[in-house]
T-cell receptor
């Protein structure tokens, strides 16, 4: 069965600093990988996804993530944090065979200070 | 509509009463999910519908919880004899129009408060 581990329930950065949110997955077959963002009192919104092809994936709002099969990781990064990036971030995995359910990590709350 | 629609957006109910939460997925999407998000917690998977296959009910926390999906479209999550610990935001998502790699699209959620 697939699973996702997000290290750190909270990550704090200063405005302008590098953002790094960690995600490691477990999957018996090559996975599809996703990052979602949830702003306060809103639903989840897709940031980016990896399916096949290029392992470095660029998403909205300047975020990107790199699929590293050897490390079973899909960490989310952004070179320079903005105050508006403060939100909850969820990593998710799905098998790429047949129709499979999406499995989420427990989330990481990003706090951005001035 | 263009997105996933959930109703009601807020629901306050008395302990012991039954509640029904509704989800209208994006037209043509074959997969539908229900998740629960308690205050300060992550996403708890509840149930997954995919086409005409038997639903994956492995996340339902007790037999007070049930869900159905009529005609492969609208879904209703029912909670019987509500308890205070059922208070949470219930999120619905759908996916599947463009293939297996499709991401899930989420509704805004129903905030359930049991008093």
């Amino acid at each position: 069965a697939q699973s996702v581990t997000q290290l750190g329930s909270h990550v704090s950065v200063s405005e302008g600093a590098l953002v790094l949110l960690r995600c490691n997955y477990s999957s018996s077959v090559p996975p599809y990988l996703f990052w979602y963002v949830q702003y306060p009192n809103q639903g989840l919104q897709l940031l980016l996804k990896y399916t096949t092809g290029a392992t470095l994936v660029k998403g909205i709002n300047g975020f990107e993530a790199e699929f590293k099969k050897s490390e079973t990781s899909f960490h989310l990064t952004k070179p320079s944090a903005h105050m508006s990036d403060a939100a909850e971030y969820f990593c998710a995995v799905k098998k790429n065979t047949g129709f499979q359910k999406l499995v989420f990590g427990t989330g990481t709350r990003l706090l951005v200070s001035p | 509509g263009a997105g996933v629609s959930q109703s009601p957006s807020n629901k306050v109910t008395e302990k012991g009463k039954d509640v029904e939460l509704r989800c209208d997925p994006i037209s043509g999407h074959t997969a539908l999910y229900w998740y629960r998000q308690s205050l300060g917690q992550g996403l708890e998977f509840l149930i997954y519908f995919q086409g005409n296959s038997a639903p994956d009910k492995s996340g339902l926390p007790s037999d007070r919880f049930s869900a159905e999906r009529t005609g492969g479209s609208v879904s209703t999550l029912t909670i019987q004899r509500t308890q205070q610990e059922d208070s949470a935001v219930y999120l619905c998502a759908s996916s599947g129009r463009q293939g297996r790699s499709d991401e899930a699209f989420f509704g805004q959620g129903t905030r359930l408060t049991v008093v």
